[in-house]
């Protein structure tokens, strides 16, 4: 199976952050970088691998999701299985999420993940270099309060994650659960137990918040 990891995306359709009016903004050296918007890292500017096609969940993205998600970050564990920049990864830690798993199976994303980490002095986050499918339908006894679904578009792969979580003890009982997809949330064959919480439009990527229940 192909990496499943975020710089997989064709330009066209990654997610929010493809828009072509909002290009990736640089970083030193022409890495790319994103800004973590709130919480105790608030306004901290980090780099990223400068891959084709992988660009952080845009500011405005995140500032919606992580408005839904007020009530429940802090304190929550929070699991992102496509990572890539780890923007959604790194917004969860700076607003009190009490620990991260970060899956990734491109090296260089991994790498610049743990660079970041050191860099924030963070000890509560992990990260794994893995095929995300593959990782996920490894059972485990310690479930996740909160999940980040964006994966590479057109190869199926968000429908595949979710029924895994689903049947591997991967979620809380009320867990949330965020996608990204080319599709409405209607159509992209996720669990039926799910239900919508909330959902929004960027370009030609659709965005969504579920509860497990």
């Known amino acids: 199976m192909a ?8 330009p066209t359709c990654r997610g929010p952050g493809t828009l072509m009016a ?19 890292w608030g306004s901290r500017r980090l780099t990223f691998p400068d891959a084709p096609g992988l660009r952080p969940t845009p500011d405005r993205v995140r500032e919606t999701l992580f408005n839904w998600l007020a009530p429940y970050i802090a304190g929550a564990r929070v699991l992102d299985v496509f ?3 780890g923007a959604l990864y790194f917004e969860a830690l700076s607003r009190g999420a009490s620990m991260g798993l970060a ?3 491109n090296a260089a994303a991994i790498a610049s993940l743990r660079q970041n980490l050191n860099a924030l002095n963070c000890t509560s986050g992990q990260v794994s270099q893995t095929d995300a499918l593959r990782h996920l339908e490894t059972a485990t006894a310690s ?26 003890g991967w979620l809380a009982d009320t867990a949330w ?14 669990p039926g137990s799910w239900r919508l919480h909330r959902e929004k439009k960027a370009g030609q990527v659709y965005y969504a918040l579920w509860q497990r229940g």
């Open 143 to 168: 479930p996740f309060d909160v999940v980040f679904l964006d994966p590479p578009f057109h190869q199926g792969l968000l429908a595949s994650a979710c029924n895994l979580l689903e049947s591997h």
């Open 3 to 10: 990496s499943a990891d975020r710089q997989t995306h064709p």
């Open 83 to 85: 990572t890539g920049s």
């Open 177 to 190: 659960i965020y996608t990204e997809s080319e599709t409405p949330p209607s159509t992209t064959g996720l």
């Open 103 to 105: 899956l990734d199976s």
């Open 22 to 40: 909002n290009p990736r903004p640089k970083g030193h050296n022409g890495l790319g970088q994103l800004r973590i918007i709130g919480g105790e």
